[in-house]
């Protein structure tokens, strides 16, 4: 050893690492990696089977607790998370209570300590002139455009507040679908494109022109449902998240109302042309945007609530195209597991020095089909229902075994993820 700490233990595979897949003794101290070794010494040696990725983030969810638990909470939420190879995730502020000012986020800290079966980290919400009230361990700070479940719009934000904005240090975070066009929409609604036209795609256009011009340097834009909204964008300024629903679904091809999402599923033509700017690489993150709903939410498309679960399967349905050489290995990499923690600063996603030792395991020959009944939200009817999906084996979260052999570690927690601005690597 060169001075460094002791490894406790050493996790034994197949790693992926640099675009290939590597034999590798990982060296685990105090939940991160502290050595990468080509050779195994006299510790204790943990053999993890099949190929061995980082954990992955999810950057946005909605586990809706405290004050919607009959939706979701932490601990069903967190769980389906590890279900699907997810170690971490960034969980909305938009509340019963939203969290807007820095007694909200202490309470609802306070109420999540030890419920977590994954890491997790808080954002809060900018509502018009609450930057200096805002709680400094923030993962970010969510924006909605447009209003939304527990949200008013915030579609114009003058020099001063963008100057504030940017002064936090933090990851700026998007709903772009500009109010002002929401509301002169007449469509009425009764299937999912009905809805898709009701917000149509041009209110997201006019909301990314003008955030694209926002004073702000750390923008990541949420959920982008068309892509060529941004295809012949000049000098844009921003990241975009990507959803699941909006690269494999269509309006056309669902008739309940479980799809109802806001922005809305599209036609085939747009999914198509979204999907291809995935496949190119163009999408900077792919986020599940879990958002449960109970059934009396969902009943009627015209009446529904908007928002799909979906943190246990984002994962999963892509691991099952990378199988059929749909999707490549490197584009899961960078858009599920390298980009989301890096943009954010924070040291996970990597198999180096430092870096949190989350690994997930995957046997490509497992595909299965996803079935509503196996799922782990309190709410898992999904548009996906009978997609194909491979699902991790195994989940090490901070160098210990959170499932095994798809088996959850139940006495195993994950930590919260305070994300101070000194501390953004
Ligand atoms: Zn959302």
């Known amino acids: 050893?060169?001075?460094?700490?002791?490894?406790?233990?050493?996790?034994?595979?197949?790693?992926?690492?640099?675009?290939?897949?590597?034999?590798?003794?990982?060296?685990?101290?105090?939940?991160?990696?502290?050595?990468?070794?080509?050779?195994?010494?006299?510790?204790?040696?943990?053999?993890?089977?099949?190929?061995?990725?980082?954990?992955?983030?999810?950057?946005?969810?909605?586990?809706?607790?405290?004050?919607?638990?009959?939706?979701?909470?932490?601990?069903?939420?967190?769980?389906?998370?590890?279900?699907?190879?997810?170690?971490?995730?960034?969980?909305m502020p938009n509340n019963m209570v939203p969290v807007i000012d820095y007694e909200v986020y202490e309470s609802k800290r306070n109420s999540l300590r030890g419920r977590s079966f994954c890491d997790y980290g808080l954002y809060s919400m900018f509502n018009g002139g609450n930057t200096n009230i805002i709680h400094d361990e923030s993962i970010g700070i969510k924006?909605?455009?447009?209003?939304?479940?527990?949200?008013?719009?915030?579609?114009?934000i003058d020099e001063t507040n963008q100057l504030s904005l940017e002064n936090l240090g933090k990851n700026i975070v998007f709903h772009a679908e500009s109010g002002e066009c929401l509301r002169k929409s007449s469509v009425s609604v009764n299937t999912l494109c009905d809805h898709s036209m009701s917000r149509n795609t041009e209110c997201e256009k006019i909301a990314l022109d003008k955030l694209n011009k926002f004073r702000i340097s750390r923008k990541i834009v949420a959920h982008m449902s068309d892509f060529n909204n941004v295809e012949t964008m000049r000098d844009r300024t921003f990241k975009n998240e990507m959803l699941p629903q909006h690269m494999l679904l269509s309006c056309e091809k669902i008739e309940n109302s479980w799809g109802k999402v806001n922005p809305p599923i599209r036609d085939e033509k747009i999914r198509e042309k979204n999907f291809q700017a995935y496949l190119d690489g163009k999408i900077d993150i792919l986020s599940s945007d879990h958002a449960p709903h109970t059934e009396k939410d969902k009943r009627e498309v015209r009446?529904?609530?908007?928002?799909?679960?979906?943190?246990?399967?984002?994962?999963?349905?892509?691991?099952?195209?990378?199988?059929?050489?749909?999707?490549?290995?490197?584009?899961?990499?960078?858009?599920?597991?390298?980009?989301?923690?890096?943009?954010?600063?924070?040291?996970?996603?990597?198999?180096?020095?430092?870096?949190?030792?989350?690994?997930?395991?995957?046997?490509?020959?497992?595909?299965?089909?996803?079935?509503?009944?196996?799922?782990?939200?309190?709410?898992?009817?999904?548009?996906?229902?009978?997609?194909?999906?491979?699902f991790p084996n195994?989940?090490?979260?901070?160098?210990?075994?959170?499932?095994?052999?798809?088996?959850?570690?139940?006495?195993?927690?994950?930590k919260y993820m305070p994300l101070k601005k000194t501390e953004i690597v």
Do not use: W
Request: proline letters at 4%.
């Open 1 to 91: 050893m060169t001075g460094e700490e002791a490894s406790e233990l050493y996790f034994h595979g197949k790693f992926y690492r640099n675009g290939i897949f590597d034999d590798l003794y990982i060296g685990i101290s105090d939940g991160k990696i502290c050595e990468i070794s080509k050779f195994r010494n006299n510790a204790r040696v943990v053999e993890l089977e099949n190929a061995v990725f980082p954990g992955s983030t999810d950057m946005h969810v909605h586990f809706r607790d405290p004050g919607e638990t009959e939706k979701e909470d932490f601990a069903s939420g967190s769980m389906s998370a590890i279900f699907g190879g997810t170690t971490t995730v960034f969980d």
């Open 143 to 156: 924006i909605y455009m447009g209003e939304s479940t527990n949200a008013k719009g915030i579609e114009n």
């Open 303 to 390: 009446y529904a609530k908007s928002g799909m679960i979906g943190v246990e399967t984002r994962v999963p349905l892509i691991l099952a195209l990378i199988r059929k050489k749909i999707v490549p290995l490197s584009i899961f990499v960078k858009t599920c597991i390298e980009n989301p923690p890096s943009l954010f600063g924070i040291k996970k996603g990597l198999i180096e020095r430092g870096y949190t030792a989350d690994f997930i395991t995957v046997d490509f020959s497992s595909t299965e089909r996803i079935s509503e009944g196996r799922l782990h939200s309190k709410n898992p009817a999904t548009p996906f229902h009978g997609f194909e999906a491979i």
């Open 394 to 414: 195994d989940v090490i979260l901070g160098g210990e075994i959170a499932l095994q052999g798809k088996e959850l570690i139940e006495d195993h927690f994950g």
